[in-house]
């Protein structure tokens, strides 16, 4: 048998692809304490995929800073609910409906559950600059993906007006 150590602390047995829990009660597990008190090392875990980093970067938000208004700093939220839900503000904002309920600003999570109040040109630069930055994980996606070696993750802070 062979094993291999994730970097999330999951041991994998390689014959069989079998995903062991650290658990003291489990039958796998023993074997693989066994296993390392016989002197093995399992092999180092696998670099994660451009798609994994993609899913990573995308995860831990965007960080915004505004100039003329630092009460709109923090960190938001970009996964694909979030994307939908700026897009679908964004979208009544462009028809002319303006916020919900006819509100002059609308308040806005960031990912440690703190509201920013955002006005109408605020809110729409913060979509498009959202917009800006997913496309440009996914572009760095996609040229890691095809072999390209000299690419760099874009910076995941942002200034806005």
């Not at 800073?65 to 979208?91: H, K, P």
């Not at 109408?120 to 993906?145: A, P």
Request: proline content about 6%.
């Amino acid at each position: 048998m062979n094993y291999q150590a994730t970097n999330n602390n999951i041991i994998i047995e390689t014959t069989t692809n079998t995903y062991i829990p650290m658990d003291l009660g489990n039958k796998d597990y023993q074997d693989y304490l066994l296993w390392l008190e016989a002197g093995n090392t399992p092999s180092s875990p696998s670099p994660p995929t451009p798609i994994q980093q993609a899913s990573v970067i995308i995860s831990n938000g965007l960080t915004v800073t505004c100039n003329s208004n630092s009460l709109l700093n923090g960190t938001y939220a970009i996964t694909s609910d979030w994307q939908n839900r700026l897009t679908s503000v964004n979208t009544a904002l462009a028809l002319g409906k303006g916020f919900p309920h006819g509100e002059a600003n609308i308040s806005w999570p960031d990912i440690t559950g703190d509201f920013h109040s955002f006005s109408q040109n605020n809110f729409i630069e913060l979509s498009v600059i959202v917009e800006g930055y997913v496309s440009d994980v996914l572009n760095t996606e996609t040229m890691l993906i095809l072999g390209a070696n000299s690419v760099s993750w874009p910076s995941s802070n942002v200034f806005i007006s």
